[in-house]
């Protein structure tokens, strides 16, 4: 039986995920929106240092999340500080190896000059880290090139957490 390998660019008209904290949760292979984590606050769906949604959109807890440009509706989550993250209940419909990558947006010198990384954790154990370099603004998307390929994933229901560290 062939091994499912998930496309690496992003789905053109990819059906939006919704919060989830349990049931069959996002299906993999596909998009996971980071504005739709999991459902149940700090400590719970996510982890942020600061207060409110300093961007004002999609939802009313701490996560900041902004309106952009890119698509309609079309939401972002920004003013991500260290060590925050976000959860997600997601749903793998067949065992086999997958690539991981990240659709994102900053400029250079924004106040971090080396690339951002996001470590992707399924069920706690670490299975890949993104590397993220300036894409050239905060409206010019990129999709990660330094895909992670061959993330061995087994089938049913599972936590993704996508931490932060810059």
Same mark, same amino acid.
């Given at each position: 039986?062939?091994?499912?390998?998930?496309?690496?660019?992003?789905?053109?008209?990819?059906?939006?995920?919704?919060?989830?904290?349990?049931?069959?949760?996002?299906?993999?292979?596909?998009?996971?929106?980071?504005?739709?984590? &999991?459902?149940?606050?700090?400590?719970?769906?996510?982890?942020?240092?600061?207060?409110?949604?300093?961007?004002?959109?999609?939802?009313?807890?701490?996560? &900041?999340?902004?309106?952009?440009?890119?698509?309609?509706?079309?939401?972002?989550?920004?003013?991500?500080?260290?060590?925050?993250? +976000? =959860?997600?209940?997601?749903?793998?419909?067949?065992?086999?190896?997958?690539?991981?990558?990240?659709?994102?947006?900053?400029?250079?010198?924004?106040?971090?000059?080396?690339?951002?990384?996001? #470590?992707?954790?399924?069920?706690?154990? =670490?299975?890949? =880290?993104?590397?993220?370099?300036?894409?050239?603004?905060?409206?010019?998307?990129? #999709?990660?090139?330094?895909?992670?390929?061959?993330?061995? +994933?087994?089938?049913?229901?599972?936590?993704?957490? +996508?931490?932060?560290?810059?």
């Amino acid at each position: 039986m062939p091994v499912p390998t998930p496309i690496a660019a992003p789905i053109p008209t990819p059906v939006p995920s919704t919060p989830s904290p349990t049931g069959t949760g996002i299906p993999i292979p596909g998009v996971v929106e980071v504005e739709n984590y &999991d459902l149940g606050g700090q400590n719970v769906g996510y982890y942020d240092t600061t207060p409110g949604n300093s961007g004002g959109a999609y939802r009313t807890d701490d996560v &900041d999340i902004q309106t952009c440009t890119d698509s309609t509706p079309c939401y972002a989550v920004g003013y991500i500080d260290p060590t925050e993250w +976000l =959860q997600f209940t997601v749903n793998i419909a067949t065992t086999g190896v997958y690539n991981i990558n990240a659709r994102y947006a900053y400029p250079a010198g924004t106040p971090i000059t080396v690339a951002r990384l996001i #470590t992707v954790k399924i069920d706690g154990t =670490q299975v890949a =880290q993104l590397s993220l370099a300036p894409s050239g603004g905060w409206a010019a998307w990129a #999709t990660s090139p330094n895909v992670q390929t061959n993330v061995p +994933l087994t089938v049913g229901t599972h936590t993704l957490r +996508l931490e932060f560290s810059q």
